[in-house]
């Protein structure tokens, strides 16, 4: 159920009068004052400025910026921010679900993840072919991503489902991708896909997949099987002879009464008693 807080791990990080404030929401209000800014410099002549943001291969290795494995996805060209607005949206909307549910620390990892992860991998693919990266499209459809893999069965637009609109969504950011021949961006893509995906379900979040399920039981440890020996029944040897046994007992109840039998002798006379009333005739 949407809304409902299900980590022990959330609270809001501040209060607006009586709206909370959350992760998301501060990460939602740090793009868009980032983007206000940038509008600003690309009206006063200042645009080129936002080129120190992007992330470039050559620049990590020759320039050693390492700024831009982060700021790159604080860039938001003014030319498209009718999709940066729905880009927020989006995230204010599914990114404070995926907190909720997860918690406020784990949601902190998910995003470094996926803000992180797919510049490392482009700067070592840098050492083949020079790559670039700007803007967080990427990033924020992983945060969705995140969310159709905890409610899957959540329906949103047309009354599709989350699992059928992240599937359909990544088909055609993906043809659109191949169609122009971007593999760099194609790869982020996928990276992204693959890290939120991972992310929740190795905490053990969603519903039952048999082919993760089987896939999991690969690589966990095998348990490790001991060979307990079966234990063998003890037989009570009783002898033959039921007088012999129970002489050296009678004996003793002559001499000191019934009362001086010890348990074991007490267990031995009453058998000896069995055995006769049992014996055929």
Same mark, same amino acid.
């Given at each position: 159920m949407f809304g409902v807080t299900t980590s022990d791990d959330y609270k809001p990080v501040t209060w607006m009068g009586r709206l909370p404030v959350d992760i998301t929401t501060i990460l939602v209000a740090t793009h868009v004052a980032v983007a206000v800014a940038g509008c600003v410099l690309v009206a006063t002549n200042f645009g080129a400025l936002l080129n120190l943001l992007i992330f470039d291969s050559a620049r990590m290795f020759y320039?050693?910026?390492?700024?831009? =494995?982060? *700021?790159?996805?604080?860039?938001?060209?003014?030319? %498209? @921010?009718?999709?940066?607005?729905?880009?927020?949206?989006?995230? !204010?909307?599914?990114?404070?679900?995926?907190?909720?549910?997860?918690?406020?620390?784990?949601?902190?990892?998910?995003?470094?993840?996926?803000?992180?992860?797919?510049?490392? =991998?482009? *700067?070592?693919?840098g050492l083949l072919e020079?790559? %670039? @990266?700007?803007?967080?499209?990427?990033?924020?459809?992983?945060? !969705?991503?995140?969310?159709?893999?905890?409610?899957?069965s959540a329906e949103l637009f047309l009354r599709i489902t989350a699992k059928w609109t992240a599937l359909i969504l990544a088909a055609i950011y993906t043809l659109q991708l191949l169609a122009y021949h971007a593999w760099s961006d194609l790869a982020v893509v996928w990276i992204s896909?693959?890290?939120?995906?991972?992310?929740?379900?190795?905490?053990?979040?969603?519903?039952?997949?048999?082919?993760?399920?089987?896939?999991?039981?690969?690589?966990?440890?095998?348990?490790?099987?001991?060979?307990?020996?079966?234990?063998?029944?003890?037989?009570?040897?009783?002898?033959?002879?039921?007088?012999?046994?129970?002489?050296?007992?009678?004996?003793?109840?002559?001499?000191?009464?019934?009362?001086?039998?010890?348990?074991?002798?007490?267990?031995?006379?009453?058998?000896?008693r069995n055995r006769l009333l049992n014996k055929p005739k």
């Amino acid at each position: 159920m949407f809304g409902v807080t299900t980590s022990d791990d959330y609270k809001p990080v501040t209060w607006m009068g009586r709206l909370p404030v959350d992760i998301t929401t501060i990460l939602v209000a740090t793009h868009v004052a980032v983007a206000v800014a940038g509008c600003v410099l690309v009206a006063t002549n200042f645009g080129a400025l936002l080129n120190l943001l992007i992330f470039d291969s050559a620049r990590m290795f020759y320039g050693v910026q390492l700024w831009r =494995i982060v *700021t790159y996805a604080f860039v938001h060209p003014p030319a %498209g @921010l009718l999709w940066f607005a729905i880009e927020m949206y989006m995230l !204010f909307v599914f990114g404070r679900e995926v907190e909720r549910y997860i918690g406020q620390r784990p949601f902190i990892v998910l995003y470094a993840t996926l803000l992180l992860l797919p510049t490392i =991998i482009l *700067t070592l693919w840098g050492l083949l072919e020079r790559t %670039g @990266l700007a803007g967080s499209p990427a990033l924020h459809f992983g945060i !969705f991503i995140a969310f159709a893999t905890i409610y899957p069965s959540a329906e949103l637009f047309l009354r599709i489902t989350a699992k059928w609109t992240a599937l359909i969504l990544a088909a055609i950011y993906t043809l659109q991708l191949l169609a122009y021949h971007a593999w760099s961006d194609l790869a982020v893509v996928w990276i992204s896909i693959a890290t939120a995906f991972l992310f929740i379900r190795l905490r053990g979040v969603g519903p039952e997949l048999l082919w993760w399920s089987s896939l999991k039981s690969r690589f966990e440890p095998k348990p490790k099987f001991h060979v307990v020996p079966k234990p063998t029944a003890r037989r009570v040897v009783e002898p033959d002879d039921v007088y012999t046994s129970v002489d050296p007992i009678l004996d003793k109840i002559a001499k000191s009464g019934i009362g001086s039998l010890t348990p074991a002798e007490r267990r031995a006379l009453d058998r000896a008693r069995n055995r006769l009333l049992n014996k055929p005739k």
